[in-house]
């Protein structure tokens, strides 16, 4: 296990592991936190993780993690590595098995006042509504082609379907669709796995929050954005559902048996990768896109269903639009500085989220001036945030923390929380709730989380994003 | 303990230890623990059965490979699979009958069946043992 004397404090929030604290390392290791926060970072294997992504082949710069870590698989959850396109390495690890995991806001006309002695209706409204659950399909259904054409178009499909308002893929990371999405390398078992989850939340860590704009920060951001103190929006936080699982599923088996094949040794079997340029890396990075779509269609068909149940809680002319919508497990190529020239780069991010800052051309142009919007979901009953990206995200390959990340295992929860404290203490605080899994509700308990104000303090102080404004829940629905 | 598995400590995810005496019992084992993650309770109603083949590098991955595949099956068919009677096993390629029952719900939704720190190996008391991590 590495300790706090393995590393090289480059300022109150940088530390580094040197490239040669491990010879298999090709590049440093950074990581983003205060120095409390690192205390406990360093009582789980996240860190030796982190040095293990440091030998991927044609890796760059350093790799790095944010202050959310925690321990994962391959790459720790907040981890950022970036490597040189297109013969570099491309991992499924450092993607995750939640292709395109990732959240979005929707920003509403109404004020917490006016819309207060509603929120118990809405809440249970939206429980009913969103199909969520472990398994749980849902009633959205498309033919072969219908389901094909979802995974090469992603949220754009869903729109020209119906599902959704014109602007929809404006404000959302590659407007919601990528590209470079190929249905070749997607397995039959993908698709059967995935077809019937459209529109469905699934249940862990996923869910839909009403919140209210606690305070602004920086109001001149803060009204690019369209927020204002006590304005009510909407977060959906899910991701490809088992599409994008069994895909990851998929490759990882077949990077490994890729490994096998060429006699490379491996530090973990998570972290097997193969060459970008290599059919297998191609035939990934394609089908990776394809989950990506799904996800994306899947948070735009549940921003179709919330609007739904919102005019019927609110009346038909109070709206719902999108502020934005961030990817937090996926890779990209983008183009970014090492050592002082500009570089194309294969940008793996496993619980980290882009921060574009001004400027930036694949920033919306509505948005450009000031940065992306940045989402930073704390834990259920605390805090969320609102950050924009900023120039200091030259550092992190254009990344961000992507929440509060966990502290307390799953199995600890259950045992220091009850169902009947934690609902008592969510209802002194206003914050209705419905659920469908009691257990899994203690699961994601705010204790079972870090605090999410120390992680932002860490992404702020460096530089990587702006505070715009915090966000309070009233109103939770969980799988 | 001859046989069976335990929950070990892990931050986000499941991760179990499990033993058996044979390779037989090491996978019947972790098939088990998977089903008993997908659901808490006792399996009771419709029976349901599906034929498997699998093929791998090596025995660790041949394991990690069959979970997968009956947790797919399992996702596929609304099922919770927990018990196997091979056709024939061996370090590389399994042929079995998974049996189990039809579910109305999971409690659990495994994403995969990760093969980070599985490593099959024999412990000092002879029995082969190795972790595994579910990612939820």
């Known amino acids: 296990m590495i300790s706090k004397a393995n590393l090289k404090r ?6 580094e592991i040197p490239k040669n604290y491990r010879s298999d390392m090709n590049v440093p290791a950074r990581i983003y936190a205060s120095e409390k926060m690192l205390d406990d970072i360093l009582k789980d294997r996240s860190v030796d993780q982190l040095v293990n992504v440091a030998t991927l082949e044609g890796v760059v710069g350093h790799v790095l993690v944010m202050p959310d870590v925690h321990e994962g698989y391959g790459f720790p959850i907040g981890g950022v590595a970036a490597t040189l396109y297109p013969e570099g390495a491309i991992s499924p690890g450092g993607i995750g098995y939640d292709i395109n995991c990732g959240v979005r806001l929707l920003l509403s006309d109404l004020y917490f006042e006016e819309a207060k002695p509603f929120m118990e209706k ?3 409204e939206l429980f009913d509504r969103i ?3 472990v398994g749980r399909g849902g009633s959205f259904r498309v033919d072969k082609d219908g389901f094909s054409a979802i995974l090469k178009k992603g949220a754009k499909w869903v729109v020209e379907y119906g599902y959704g308002e014109e602007n929809d893929t404006i404000n959302v990371e590659s407007h919601g669709s990528l590209e470079f999405a190929d249905l070749d390398g997607v397995s039959q078992k993908a698709k059967e796995r995935g077809i019937n989850q459209l529109g469905t939340l699934g249940a862990g860590n996923h869910f839909v929050e009403v919140d209210v704009v606690d305070e602004v920060f920086d109001p001149r951001i803060a009204k690019v954005f369209g927020l204002d103190e006590e304005r009510i929006v909407a977060l959906i936080h899910t991701g490809s559902r088992g599409f994008g699982h069994q895909i990851a599923t ?3 088996r077949e990077m490994l048996e890729y490994s096998v094949r060429k006699g490379q040794r491996l530090v973990d079997r998570e972290l097997a990768s193969c060459s970008f340029s290599s059919p297998e890396g191609r035939n990934y990075f394609g089908a990776m896109g394809a989950a990506a779509n799904f996800a994306w269609a899947n948070r735009q068909i549940i921003t179709h269903y919330i609007r739904g149940v919102w005019k019927k809680v609110f009346g038909d002319n109070k709206k719902l639009k999108l502020l934005y919508d961030v990817a937090h497990n996926i ?9 002082g020239r ?3 780069l294969i940008v793996h991010r496993k619980g980290a989220t882009r921060s574009f800052g001004p400027g930036s051309t694949e920033v919306p142009g509505n948005y450009r001036t000031v940065g992306q919007p940045v989402i930073v979901p704390g834990s259920m009953g605390t805090s969320s945030y609102v950050l924009a990206g900023a120039e200091g995200s030259r550092l992190t390959f254009g990344s961000c923390c992507h929440g509060a990340g966990r502290a307390m295992s799953r199995q600890e929860a259950r045992r220091e929380v009850a169902f009947t404290v934690l609902k008592r203490e969510l209802i002194s605080k206003g914050v209705y709730f419905a659920t469908k899994s009691r257990g899994g509700f203690v699961e994601e308990a705010p204790l079972a989380y870090k605090n999410v104000e120390e992680v932002i303090d860490v992404v702020t102080g460096v530089g990587i994003a702006r505070k715009v404004a915090r966000l309070r829940p009233v109103g939770v629905v969980k799988g | ?4 598995y335990r929950r070990l400590k892990h931050t986000s995810d499941i991760k179990i230890l499990v033993k058996g005496e044979t390779l037989e019992n090491l996978f019947s084992n972790a098939l088990q623990a998977m089903a008993k993650i997908l659901v808490r309770g006792r399996l009771a109603g419709r029976q349901c059965q599906a034929n498997i083949k699998v093929n791998s590098s090596e025995e660790t991955s041949l394991l990690i490979d069959f979970l997968s595949e009956v947790l797919f099956l399992s996702a596929k068919r609304g099922a919770v699979f927990d018990k196997v009677k091979f056709r024939y096993l061996d370090s590389c390629q399994l042929s079995a009958v998974v049996l189990g029952y039809k579910v109305d719900r999971f409690d659990k939704d495994i994403k995969a069946v990760t093969y980070h720190e599985a490593q099959i190996k024999r412990n000092k008391k002879g029995e082969l043992e190795t972790v595994v ?4």
Not at chain 1, 10 to 15: A, G, P
Not at chain 1, 331 to 339: G, L, M, N, S
Request: aromatic share 12%; hydrophobic share 45%; charged share 25%.
């Open chain 1, 10 to 15: 480059i300022n109150d929030f940088t530390w």
């Open chain 1, 331 to 339: 890779a990209k190529i983008e183009t970014h500085e090492v050592d």
């Open chain 1, 122 to 124: 809405l809440v249970r």
């Open chain 2, 133 to 136: 991590i579910f990612d939820l």
């Open chain 1, 131 to 133: 199909p969520s659950g």
């Open chain 1, 250 to 252: 998929d490759y990882v």
């Open chain 2, 1 to 4: 303990m001859l046989s069976g």
């Open chain 1, 342 to 344: 500009l570089v194309r």
